[in-house]
């Protein structure tokens, strides 16, 4: 049941701050006015000065008060290079532990996290658990998507698969398992699909996804190898929501390659044919509406028919 081709068409050290020329901001909100707000940015000044004469809780109490309106910003731009120079785990996590979620947080969370020598699989455990919600997981996944990408393409698999055994949340391994993946089906297709063939079936299909987001668009015919090699393994289920993930890309990319390579896939993908040829129509009907008509008489599937001819009827007229 092989898959035809498819067409080509302990707290803080004694380290100082250095001035910083990352001119990114967070977003801020709420500023603090008047008296209040210069006796902030005094203080503010007197930290950047000598922070280790500062405690934590200080630090912390400075930023959440203020929602780190301080220095217009710049305290909090320079505060991130001043963590991500941390040596120590417990200092880092000392550090962001008592912020509130607020934007500077999530801005510190991103951005420490691409520059710090203590990302890694070893301490994702102790990094995660600084996170309070979603929104900052999201931070903390784009970070460390960051920093993976700064690393050689053969550390990356390495550093990636440390990541997901660290059982860490969904929104930050979905982010690696994309980012490594990217890298690696470029500079190495063969050593890519090896990797992912190893995973865990969890983690595997949303690799077999990222993948094949990069095979349509550039290897459709190694694609659908890769998803013949499923089918030759025994691995059905996970071959059905690879046929749909590289459909659905193919069809954005190719139209009518994707439409003739789904119009003749196995009825046991019946299911999933019917997303890819309505999808593959559609983006016929928007680049090459002449040839729609000639596409619709192939469709072999009833299913697909009925869903065409509902969605373009005025085409198909």
């Given at each position: 049941?092989?898959?035809?081709?498819?067409?080509?068409?302990?707290?803080?050290?004694?380290?100082?701050?250095?001035?910083?020329?990352?001119?990114?901001?967070?977003?801020?909100?709420?500023?603090?006015?008047?008296?209040?707000?210069?006796?902030?940015?005094?203080?503010?000044?007197?930290?950047?000065?000598?922070?280790?004469?500062?405690?934590?809780?200080?630090?912390?109490?400075?930023?959440?008060?203020?929602?780190?309106?301080?220095?217009?910003?710049?305290?909090?731009?320079?505060?991130q290079n001043y963590l991500a120079s941390l040596k120590d785990i417990r200092s880092l996590c000392a550090a962001l532990?008592?912020?509130?979620?607020?934007?500077?947080?999530?801005?510190?969370?991103?951005?420490?996290?691409?520059?710090?020598?203590?990302?890694?699989?070893?301490?994702?455990?102790?990094?995660?658990?600084?996170?309070?919600?979603?929104?900052?997981?999201?931070?903390?996944?784009?970070?460390?998507e960051a920093h993976l990408r700064l690393l050689k393409i053969e550390n990356q698999v390495a550093f990636a698969q440390g990541i997901l055994d660290s059982n860490v949340d969904d929104i930050v391994s979905a982010r690696i398992i994309k980012a490594s993946i990217e890298s690696l089906a470029q500079a190495?297709?063969?050593?890519?699909?090896?990797?992912i063939f190893n995973l865990p079936p969890e983690v595997a299909t949303k690799a077999d996804g990222a993948l094949l987001a990069q095979y349509a668009a550039s290897k459709p015919e190694r694609g659908v190898d890769y998803i013949n090699n499923?089918?030759?393994?025994?691995?059905?289920?996970?071959?059905?929501?690879?046929?749909?993930?590289?459909?659905?890309?193919?069809s954005k990319v190719d139209p009518t390659g994707a439409f003739e390579w789904a119009n003749g896939l196995p009825d046991v993908f019946d299911q999933y044919k019917v997303q890819i040829l309505v999808s593959s129509f559609g983006n016929i009907v928007n680049t090459n509406p002449n040839k729609a008509k000639e596409r619709f008489t192939a469709v072999k599937n009833q299913d697909a028919r009925v869903a065409i001819q509902s969605l373009y009827n005025a085409v198909l007229k």
């Open positions: 049941m092989l898959l035809s081709s498819c067409s080509e068409e302990n707290p803080p050290s004694n380290t100082k701050l250095k001035k910083s020329s990352n001119s990114s901001q967070p977003a801020i909100s709420s500023p603090v006015h008047g008296r209040q707000k210069s006796e902030d940015d005094l203080l503010a000044v007197r930290m950047l000065a000598d922070l280790s004469s500062f405690s934590t809780e200080e630090v912390s109490e400075l930023l959440n008060r203020t929602n780190g309106n301080i220095l217009s910003g710049r305290f909090v731009a320079e505060y532990a008592g912020l509130n979620a607020a934007p500077y947080k999530t801005f510190l969370l991103q951005h420490v996290f691409s520059k710090s020598s203590l990302v890694s699989p070893e301490n994702m455990t102790a990094l995660h658990g600084l996170c309070k919600n979603n929104e900052e997981i999201e931070q903390l996944a784009i970070g460390i190495d297709p063969a050593k890519a699909e090896d990797w499923l089918l030759k393994k025994g691995q059905l289920e996970r071959s059905k929501n690879a046929v749909r993930s590289f459909g659905l890309n193919y």
